[in-house]
């Protein structure tokens, strides 16, 4: 079976603060994924990785970028975490064909 | 621009009688669609797929049509369990390894 982790299933980070959250898959998959899912609006596409340090823009990119110095490993920061960032943040790997795995995500508070 | 709608937020079913939640979607380059499911405080999890060149796929209790020319597709859960209880997303793909997500329905199912 495919295993997504996280690093954090909960986060409380004041505004301001640098947010590094981590994922980590298992099996082998080039593509890597972050998004994030808030009430109404579905899941979000920030970023994604194709392959180890190459990386493109999702849906809504301001105030993040990522890190994919590894092929297992997808980091996506917060460089200046705010308010509005609160929110449930869910990584992904791809399978064949199409089908995403997703880790159990992070819950991130900004107060 | 949301291509890929949910339009209802909830269902509400009884025990042993159908769900059907249904996804609307706009971009005509979509090839293959998805439904996820997802549990509070746990990632997404695949449930059915069906590509375009389809109308239909069935896998045990859960059915997934899709209706090309009106732009429309819905999964079917034939018969309903509690454990079915959860909210369900519909994504899109078009050619490509990135998931339009719509922005959920959360089912419930009344024992």
């Known amino acids: 079976d495919v295993k997504v982790t996280q690093s954090s299933r909960y986060l409380v980070k004041r505004t301001g603060e640098k947010v590094f959250l981590e994922c980590v898959q298992d099996m082998d998959h080039e593509n890597m994924f972050w998004y994030r899912q808030d009430p109404g609006l579905g899941l979000r596409l920030i970023y994604f990785s194709y392959d180890v340090k190459m990386k493109e823009k999702g849906d809504i990119p301001e105030g993040y970028s990522v890190s994919r110095e590894k092929k297992e490993r997808f980091s996506l920061i917060l460089e200046s975490a705010s308010t509005n960032q609160t929110s449930m943040y869910l990584c992904?790997?791809?399978?064949?064909?199409?089908?995403?795995?997703f880790g159990p995500g992070t819950r991130l508070t900004v107060t | 621009d949301q291509q890929v709608k949910q339009n209802s937020p909830s269902l509400s079913v009884q025990e042993g009688r159908i769900s059907i939640l249904n996804c609307d979607y706009t971009?005509?380059?979509?090839?293959?669609f998805l439904w996820y499911k997802k549990y509070p405080a746990e990632g997404p999890t695949f449930l059915i797929s069906i590509s375009s060149i389809k109308d239909k796929n069935e896998d045990g209790r859960f059915t997934v049509f899709l209706n090309k020319s009106a732009k429309h597709l819905s999964l079917h859960i034939v018969p309903s369990q509690p454990g079915d209880s959860a909210v369900y997303f519909c994504?899109?793909?078009?050619?490509?390894?990135?998931?339009?997500f719509g922005a959920g329905t959360i089912l419930r199912v009344k024992s």
């Open positions: 992904a790997s791809i399978g064949q064909p199409y089908e995403q795995y």
């Open positions: 971009n005509s380059m979509f090839d293959y």
């Open positions: 994504a899109a793909s078009a050619r490509g390894n990135k998931l339009v």
